[in-house]
């Protein structure tokens, strides 16, 4: 218990708080002014669509009866048509693989590799042995001679010889 305690008092453990550093992040707040114009651009296209959809779809109503079997076909069919034009765009431009959230990703990713990169700096330069998320928990930064990766793999090896060589 003593030699447990006497290697864990020579840790150095610290922790940021991603959610403070991007909220302060003059970088982030300007990513976030773009997305929010790519979005309300985004949105202006739906409603358009939808508008479009709610007056063919009005206009069907009042002219249903007077219209031959062929041509209500015909507007029924469209009608569908731009419903599934609807949710192909809704799905193509706010869903999890979307458009939105790819130009998020692609925005954010340099201003994520500068707080990374600075996470690293300070780690590195006042020696700290983990630097945790306080939000998340995650672990952002931890010295090498920590990583454990290779010698499990080994032992996994040895155990199984499942894990290639």
Request: cysteine-free; overall charge negative.
């Amino acid at each position: 218990i003593i030699l447990f305690n006497i290697s864990f008092a020579e840790l150095k453990i610290g922790w940021v708080d991603t959610n403070e550093i991007m909220s302060n992040s003059e970088e982030v707040r300007q990513v976030q002014i773009d997305l929010e114009k790519e979005q309300r651009r985004l949105e202006s296209e739906f409603n358009n669509l939808t508008q479009r959809l709610d007056s063919l779809r009005t206009d069907y109503e009042r002219q249903r009866l007077l219209m031959s079997e062929s041509r209500r076909i015909d507007k029924e069919n469209e009608l569908s048509t731009i419903e599934k034009e609807i949710q192909t765009f809704q799905l193509e431009k706010f869903g999890p693989e979307g458009e939105i959230y790819r130009k998020q990703n692609k925005l954010l990713k340099p201003v994520l590799a500068k707080i990374d990169e600075a996470i690293q700096k300070v780690g590195g330069e006042r020696g700290y042995d983990y630097i945790m998320d306080a939000m998340s928990g995650a672990l952002l930064y931890a010295l090498p001679a920590h990583n454990l990766t290779e010698p499990v793999m080994d032992e996994l090896s040895k155990s199984t010889g499942s894990i290639n060589e």
